[in-house]
């Protein structure tokens, strides 16, 4: 390791937190890939005298470096804390799996006895869930309280990993007369479907100790929320229940409210984004309006909940006198609605626990009158829909970049030949720019790079740069919005690299202050999400127009911790890997 290297390291270690048994190297950006850059680091742990809680997350620790750590736990009994998210940054995911597995064997040769694991934002996919199975299965986690996975990519076939190995940690601590007892279970953003969920939930149903759950934005339909349910109900001690951003519909959520007759302990009910509408709030009121005295937040927003409905949530809010929050944003209950929803509140004296009604949508007059037969028709084609998106789903797990917010939808392409062919209207490079969407990117047909290109300035670096944005937002992995989305970038991109008068340097910097990784002194929106620009990046720095220039600034930029990349972990680990390959 060079001098320079080492004053840097060490002017790290010095911001080191000691104390209350905890060592944390927090948000230090060490890059520790060698035994050597490890030194500083081990000969803390090594000198830490009742070392209980380990905190390396916001670093990269490359093979060699978990090994020479690994050494320095194995004599640390008393670890009860290990707090390793975000630590693999820019690693390729196959160095993982064995720096898991080797901390893990250390943790289980020094008897250590877990109380919390949280291994959450580490892009690690199913193979990952590899690393540190035989962890999770070891006496060290029979111990275990809190198991945080949030973004890790695990997808079903690491859910399924990771619900086998708890119900072997459940047996084998069984065994010993200390069964598991896990209390929080954190796996967010990690497209566990219907299939991982239900995995999960046989888990839950054996261990029975659970407190909090939170698994937001997993594509889990009603046959995988069903399956959490009813795990649910054989957890009597359930405070907090965070499905948001999953999909209900009406049967998942009566399922649901079921479940909810029989807790007692609820205080947080986050199923915003879940699609539960109007039958399924009305289900979830009565739950709420039998029980539930301790609830504190209820999370109904963005439901397709109607104004009846939504009124009859507000009176089932009575007598709970702890309530703290109800959210009811995006649903559609006119103003009219929004305003008897205020009023029956405040007759409670609960006016102040609404929050905003700024996405409200206007009710449909009919709406009430066609939802009974609307949603029994929507729910068959959600029965007819789901075997099909499951079957796609499971072809893309491999490619796509599990553990984003992204939900995968279909798009139909209508095919030329069919019998009863459905006509779409015309679609032109100026409304796919103002309102993009992967639909009208592959409906403007074959020669939409060559016609996207033609009509952009390349001159003009901002506007390449808007475009490019447009384009890349629509990114999804599904082949035909893929193809169309790299044949576009590529054309647009050629075009303007190739150019004379294109600054390549202001484009980059306009690009990075757009993704909000440079701060600007002019008010810039930037992109709400930076998943479709980073896999669209990762395509375009392998390309030949693309200058090897500026592959250093961009990979420092990407590299640096920005609290951006944090729905789009796995994104971000694409890129990283492909400019360090560069």
């Given at each position: 390791m060079a001098s320079e290297d080492i004053t840097k390291l060490a002017e790290s270690l010095a911001k080191t937190k000691v104390g209350d048994g905890q060592l944390s190297f927090k948000g230090q950006s060490l890059k520790l890939n060698t035994a050597e850059?490890?030194?500083?680091?081990?000969?803390?742990?090594?000198?830490?005298?009742?070392?209980?809680?380990?905190?390396?997350?916001?670093?990269?620790?490359g093979v060699e470096a978990a090994k020479v750590i690994a050494k320095a736990l194995e004599k640390k009994s008393e670890l009860k804390r290990c707090h390793w998210s975000d630590m693999f940054t820019g690693r390729l995911r196959s160095e993982i799996p064995p720096a898991l597995i080797s901390l893990g064997e250390a943790l289980i040769t020094a008897g250590a006895q877990l109380v919390e694991l949280d291994l959450s934002d580490n892009a690690f996919g199913p193979d990952g869930v590899r690393g540190f199975e035989a962890l999770l299965k070891s006496s060290a986690c029979y111990t275990l309280q809190e198991l945080k996975l949030n973004n890790c990519g695990m997808g079903i076939g690491g859910g399924k990993i990771l619900a086998a190995a708890l119900k072997e940690c459940h047996r084998k601590s069984s065994a010993q007369g200390k069964p598991l007892a896990l209390k929080v279970f954190v796996a967010g953003r990690n497209r566990l479907e219907n299939d991982g969920a239900t995995a999960l939930a046989e888990a839950f149903g054996i261990i029975g100790t659970l407190e909090e759950v939170h698994m937001p934005q997993n594509g889990i339909n009603h046959p995988g929320i069903t399956a959490l349910a009813q795990a649910f109900a054989i957890n009597p001690l359930l405070k907090v229940i965070n499905l948001n951003d999953n999909t209900f519909t009406e049967k998942g959520a009566v399922a649901m409210a079921e479940t909810l007759k029989s807790l007692r302990q609820v205080e947080v009910i986050n199923f915003g984004d879940c699609l539960v509408r109007s039958k399924g709030a009305v289900a979830i009121a009565d739950a709420v309006k039998e029980g539930l005295h301790k609830l504190k937040e209820l999370n109904l927003a963005f439901g397709e909940i109607q104004r009846d409905a939504a009124l009859t949530v507000a009176e089932a809010l009575e007598d709970k006198t702890q309530l703290e929050k109800l959210d009811l944003n995006g649903n559609t209950l006119g103003s009219e609605g929004c305003d008897q929803l205020r009023e029956i509140l405040e007759s409670f004296n609960m006016g102040a626990v609404l929050g905003p009604l700024s996405d409200d949508e206007e009710e449909d007059n009919e709406g009430e009158e066609n939802e009974e037969d609307g949603e029994e028709n929507e729910d068959e084609e959600d029965d007819d829909e789901e075997e099909e998106e499951e079957e796609e789903q499971q072809q893309q797990l491999n490619e796509r970049g599990p553990g984003e917010e992204e939900l995968l939808?279909?798009?139909?392409?209508?095919?030329?030949q069919s019998s009863t062919p459905v006509?779409?209207?015309?679609?032109?490079?100026?409304?796919?720019?103002?309102?993009?969407?992967?639909?009208?990117?592959?409906?403007?047909?074959?020669?939409?790079?060559?016609?996207?290109a033609q009509e952009t300035d390349t001159s003009d670096g901002e506007k390449v740069v808007t475009t490019l944005l447009r384009i890349s937002s629509v990114f999804k992995d599904e082949a035909p919005v893929?193809?169309?989305?790299?044949?576009?970038?590529?054309?647009?991109?050629?075009?303007?690299?190739?150019?004379?008068?294109?600054?390549?340097?202001?484009?980059?910097?306009?690009?990075?202050?757009?993704?909000?990784?440079?701060?600007?002194?002019?008010?810039?929106?930037?992109?709400?999400?930076l998943y479709g620009i980073l896999m669209t990046l990762n395509h375009m720095v392998q390309q030949d127009y693309f200058p090897k220039s500026l592959v250093p600034v961009l990979s420092a930029f990407v590299t640096k911790p920005n609290r951006a990349f944090e729905s789009c972990s796995f994104a971000r680990h694409m890129l990283l890997q492909t400019l360090h390959q560069l």
């Open positions: 850059d490890a030194e500083e680091v081990i000969k803390q742990i090594e000198e830490f005298d009742g070392l209980e809680t380990l905190c390396l997350e916001g670093n990269t620790v939808t279909r798009t139909n392409i209508i095919d030329s006509p779409s209207p015309p679609v032109d490079v100026a409304t796919f720019l103002a309102f993009p969407s992967p639909e009208k990117l592959l409906r403007l047909g074959p020669r939409c790079s060559v016609l996207i893929k193809t169309a989305v790299h044949e576009t970038t590529d054309a647009l991109m050629r075009k303007a690299f190739g150019s004379a008068t294109f600054n390549s340097d202001a484009f980059l910097t306009s690009l990075l202050i757009h993704m909000g990784l440079l701060k600007s002194e002019d008010k810039i929106k930037t992109v709400p999400s």
